[in-house]
């Protein structure tokens, strides 16, 4: 194990050099000083209000707060674990997760004093169990959890007949997309104002798109495919967690596949080459290129801000299964095992996944808290805006949602996924593919 975790980080050590990104300066921590990292700049002044009454409970303790961009993030935080200058603690992803566990970076919880209380039934079903390793332990504190819903232009489902009843009811599947591929069809407009199930509708030149895209999706498609493929019934990977095999080359998912993508064929969705990093789900929505765009909660407030949209939400479409499904992700604070001020780590981990601080973070109406004090401050905070969540919480009381595949090779099955998926949408290659890409997936993780 220690060979192979030293041989993956050289590896991570030569990506972060091609990529051009370098450790930086180094974030070790004085006795008295705790440094801790996350990525979300919208989130960073409730952390910041968590650090300083964390810091009036603790004299002497000063909570150090580094925000960087997504991408950035993940590359820089990698690239700190091999240059020994990683920060003591750092916000987790569960598709990170394994990788992280399997390279020993983690400080197991369950043995340090003031996080070992951790339990289960503190927090929203699922999302403390999702973060103990295949060895017993618990590498996570629960920081919050997010679910994927359909936001969509009211003024541009009221001109096409559309009422929240109707789109709070939508069905799918994979023959004729059902309801929701009819109403996705309905808000499509070309640029002679015909829509996109009127005759003589021109699908090479769309104005407005009935769904947005935000590229192929990878190997998870949370926000663009996951919830179409789930509610067929079809699952990664042959267990909940740490599964040992995937499920790429299932039929329901190939056909989920095939379906999701042929609407770009027929103009609903935009081309892969109208995608880029500046003209995401969020981008086409707000300026009004896309009716309706399917999304993660940790948006809520980017879409709900857009100047002269009003915005909605609606659950998810039902499935052939019978059932709708999303994908209920739940973020953790990680104590890096070579952390500086472990001690100091320790109980500022233990403090974020407290009811006091989620409370808090709540109370900023940005995210979903992953204890159940923390949600309902959240949706209070959301409903004195205006903002009905209603959406994205019905899931998680009806128990309708599913987790990212947690698996070892995660790094790999994300780069066998990737130009699979982006071929399939970008150039009509044959969702036959998926089953040479998962044999090769599953080969790694029989070693």
């Not at 399997?102 to 169990?129: M, N, W």
């Not at 001020?341 to 973070?361: F, I």
């Not at 019905?394 to 990737?418: E, G, H, Q």
């Not at 009509?428 to 029989?446: C, E, F, K, M, Y």
């Amino acid at each position: 194990m220690r060979l192979r975790a030293l041989t993956a980080l050289a590896g991570a050590l030569a990506l972060s050099l091609v990529s051009g990104c370098s450790a930086g300066s180094s974030s070790g921590s004085a006795s008295h000083t705790v440094t801790y990292w996350l990525w979300d700049s919208n989130q960073l002044p409730a952390y910041e209000a968590c650090a300083k009454d964390f810091e009036k409970e603790n004299p002497g303790l000063d909570v150090r707060i580094t925000q960087m961009g997504w991408n950035d993030y993940w590359t820089k935080l990698t690239a700190s674990f091999v240059a020994g200058t990683q920060p003591d603690v750092f916000t987790d992803h569960i598709q990170k997760f394994a990788q992280f566990a399997d390279l020993e970076v983690l400080a197991p919880l369950d043995r340090l004093p003031h996080t070992r209380s951790i339990k289960d039934a503190d927090y929203q079903p699922g999302l403390a169990a999702a973060w103990v390793g295949q060895d017993g332990h618990r590498y996570g504190a629960p920081k919050d959890w997010d679910t994927v819903a359909l936001f969509y232009n009211k003024k541009m489902t009221r001109e096409a007949g559309l009422t929240a009843g109707q789109l709070n009811n939508l069905t799918w599947n994979p023959e004729d997309g059902g309801t929701f591929e009819k109403a996705i069809a309905h808000l499509t407009v070309d640029r002679n104002g015909v829509r996109g199930d009127e005759k003589g509708f021109d699908k090479n030149h769309v104005k407005v798109y009935g769904l947005a895209t935000n590229d192929a999706g990878d190997g998870d498609g949370q926000t663009q495919w996951s919830a179409f493929a789930a509610s067929m019934g079809w699952r990664y990977t042959d267990q909940p967690a740490w599964g040992t095999h995937y499920n790429y080359d299932d039929k329901r998912f190939k056909a989920a596949i095939d379906w999701y993508f042929g609407l770009a064929k027929k103009g609903y969705l935009p081309p892969q080459k109208d995608f880029s990093q500046t003209n995401g789900p969020d981008v086409q929505f707000g300026s009004g290129t896309a009716a309706t765009s399917l999304n993660g909660s940790w948006m809520i407030k980017t879409y709900y801000g857009f100047k002269g949209i009003e915005t909605g939400t609606a659950v998810t479409p039902v499935g052939p299964s019978g059932r709708r499904a999303t994908m209920m992700n739940g973020l953790a604070d990680s104590v890096t095992k070579n952390a500086r001020n472990k001690p100091g780590a320790e109980k500022w981990v233990a403090y974020l996944a407290s009811h006091a601080c989620q409370r808090t973070v709540g109370e900023h109406g940005i995210v979903f808290p992953a204890t159940k004090d923390g949600t309902a401050a959240a949706v209070a905070a959301y409903k004195k805006d205006g903002i009905d969540v209603t959406a994205f919480t019905k899931p998680v009381a009806d128990k309708t949602t599913f987790s990212f595949p947690i698996t070892n090779y995660a790094a790999d099955v994300y780069a066998l996924m990737r130009p699979t998926m982006q071929d399939i949408y970008a150039n009509d290659a044959p969702v036959g593919d998926l089953d040479r890409t998962n044999s090769q997936i599953n080969l790694l993780l029989s070693q």
